[in-house]
């Protein structure tokens, strides 16, 4: 298995809170995602990142914010938590792009309940 | 705008039959992924298509890629109930972003 984990793996907090997500991974792979899960919507984008300090939004970045000071954590921040941020969050890396396949490898997912 | 619809969304099946779930995608694409999801579990990568006309195989699974029809297919053999699982397609999006976007899964239960 990808060496990818997160934490924490459960959380609850109240409406308001900040909100930090951290993302490990030991594979040294310079592609790095969060995702949500929501049922009905499949999995959705929420940033990624293609190097150290470099980030860019995916379909649902309202209200969330990232960073990645080195390769190996990418940190989803949710600066004030709205109960609509309830949801399983995934954390995936890929390998870099060019000839790669760029399959991407899942972490073992966050969920965060906002009351 | 890319869109990935996958059809059905549900899927119950006997064992020991034959079926396919189909993956749409809305933009020209020739990177497409297949993942197996468990109840409660984390994503597992099934197939990695990578040009028109891959075909991959994996025990009862087989998936294909059509590029043209911007079509993917998930053809399940004899089907067992340690198949039932949520299955996802997911497209790489427009070149040299590497932002994928999922379908909304197929969910498939398969009946002793």
């Known amino acids: 298995d990808a060496g990818i984990t997160q934490s924490p793996r459960h959380k609850v907090t109240e409406t308001g809170t900040p909100v930090t997500l951290r993302c490990h991974q030991t594979?040294?792979?310079?592609?790095m995602y969060w995702y949500r899960q929501d049922p009905g919507h499949g999995l959705r984008l929420i940033h990624y990142s293609y190097g150290v300090k470099d980030t860019d939004k995916g379909e649902v970045s309202d209200g969330y914010s990232v960073s990645r000071s080195k390769t190996e954590d990418f940190l989803l921040t949710l600066e004030s938590a709205t109960s609509s941020q309830t949801s399983v969050y995934f954390c995936a890396i890929s390998s870099s792009g060019g000839a790669g396949n760029n399959e991407q490898f899942f972490g073992p997912g966050t969920r965060l309940t906002v009351l | 705008e890319l869109k990935v619809e996958q059809n059905p969304l549900f899927l119950s099946m006997q064992e020991g039959k034959n079926y396919t779930i189909y993956c749409n995608y809305s933009?020209?694409?020739?990177?497409l992924y297949w993942y197996r999801q468990d109840p409660g579990k984390s994503l597992e990568s099934l197939f990695v298509?990578?040009?028109?006309?891959a075909v991959k195989q994996e025990g009862r699974l087989m998936a294909s890629l059509d590029t043209k029809a911007r079509l993917s297919t998930l053809h399940i053999t004899a089907a067992v109930h340690d198949l039932s699982a949520t299955y996802f397609c997911a497209v790489d999006g427009t070149s040299g972003t590497y932002k994928y976007i999922f379908g909304t899964g197929t969910r498939l239960k398969v009946l002793a």
């Open positions: 298509l990578l040009s028109n006309g």
């Open positions: 933009t020209t694409s020739d990177r």
């Open positions: 594979e040294n792979h310079r592609y």
